[in-house]
């Protein structure tokens, strides 16, 4: 169905890995491409992670690798059903996990990351009674034949194309903790990624970036962007994707994360449309987070950040129209085309009949503005999977001279408590809790709609299909660099080599995977 309500989690832990190991490798190798997400325990300092050298990024990501813990591995396995047919509505099979895994070795807690996991409903007690044991680094001779370490094997081993957001920072804890030590050179790390993933690695931010050309690329965003214009297009015809959700195997650990589409975006009438929305935080629409957090007055709700957007978008091609409309009827009179045209558009940016919500600095400004200057001392403290990207600086919009004085009050004092208690209530992003697994699951969406977005329609059965991601081919391999202009491209290096403990670890995996084949045929 291409308006779906909730996404079922199937969670993983101690107490029913052993029920739940066939339906998840099977899940693995029945796919047709994997979308991976982690949650972390920290990521150190934010300023080494955007270092200007990519070298000094990898140094800094190789010490957080081993210092700090994976805490979750979200799993997600998307198939299409008759992939043979190109029909109007794809249809797509979604099976998503949630892996909770614990580190036995000493690793270090960030505050911030714990407090912004425990806030977005993360479940700390479950994690350190039920996840996973893991050890960093090579196999160890006593890990059991079914860990996490052995679940990601497969699905590196399984030559299916893998999905990430932002994926450096993942691909290196993916690496160091679940595989292997990671390589001390940058090159080789990049060389032992080329071999791993032979089906190719796909980041949704850099299609979100560099293909779509969205407004802001961070997981939330992205998914219900994809979200909403899915259901629009099933709408009106166009292709779009429909997802089955199997029935889960053990019903007692499934997660019901609710995502349902608003019933004012899906009974949208233009005609009764009255462009009455609330103002929206520019900070959190641009970057999925605000430095003001709960004190910040405006909305940070992903539904009416993209109604604005939509107004905008909307507003802007009546303002374009109207504008070739004045010129033409300028260019008839035998005045100048080219100063009609100006004219017009200075009278339509200045004109009261502008109906679109726009989002412009020459809105009133709230009591605390957002966009204050981020930290100083780069340490991460909004998102610890590498969903919400780091902030830019932004010079934040002037103080309103009729502001109240409690709206300069400190936070915490009881004038700022007053001044909250009197404010509109602040309107969150809805599309689910923060999870590995439901954010693994949006991860897949999105690309399961990219795909369907830059696929052919056929309307028949018949005749060779192109390959799953052959569409967009052009950003295979290709890993999100922040503060870059272009994203790294993962190829292998004519002078360097892969490492030895890669080349040990990968003949293994693949000898067990022929033996596993032959004994099936």
Known sequence: MADFKAVTVQDVHTDNLEASWTALTQAVNDSEFIALDLELSGLGLRKKLNSFSIEDRYKHLTSVVQSRAVIAVGVACFRRLNPAQDDVGQRWIAQTFDVSTLCSEEYTVEPGSVKFLVDHGFDFNRQYAKGLPYRRGRDKEDEAPKSVRSL????????????????????AFLYGSFYADLPTSFDRFIADLTVIFSGGLYD?????????????????????????????????????????????????NIDTIKCKLRSSFTNFNE??????????????????????ASACELSHDLDEILDAEDAATVSAKRRKRRSKLSGAAEAGEGASAEAGKELSDGELVTSSEDDGTDVSDSEPAPKKPCGASPRSNGEATSNVSTSAQAPLATTPPPASAAAPAAA????????????????KPIRKWCTGSHRAGFDAFMTGFFFAWCLRQNSPYAGSVGGEQESLCAQIAQHCNKVSLGGKPQPLHLVKSH???TSVQHGLKWNKLMQRRHSAARLEN
């Open 408 to 423: 300069t009050a400190a936070p915490g004092t009881a004038a700022a408590a007053a001044s909250a208690s009197t404010s």
């Open 204 to 252: 949704t931010k850099c299609l979100a970036e560099y293909h779509l050309r969205l407004q802001a690329s961070y997981l939330p965003y992205i998914f219900r962007y994809s979200q909403r214009r899915n259901f629009k297009d099933s709408v009106a015809g166009r292709p779009h994707i429909s997802l089955l959700f199997l029935s889960p195997i053990l019903t007692a």
């Open 152 to 171: 990601i094997s497969e699905i590196f081993s399984c030559g299916r194309p893998i999905i990430m957001h932002n994926a450096l920072v993942d691909l």
């Open 495 to 497: 002078f360097a080599k």
């Open 271 to 292: 005609a009764q449309d009255t462009g009455k929305r609330p103002k929206v935080c520019r900070l959190f629409a641009t970057h999925g987070f605000c430095t003001e």
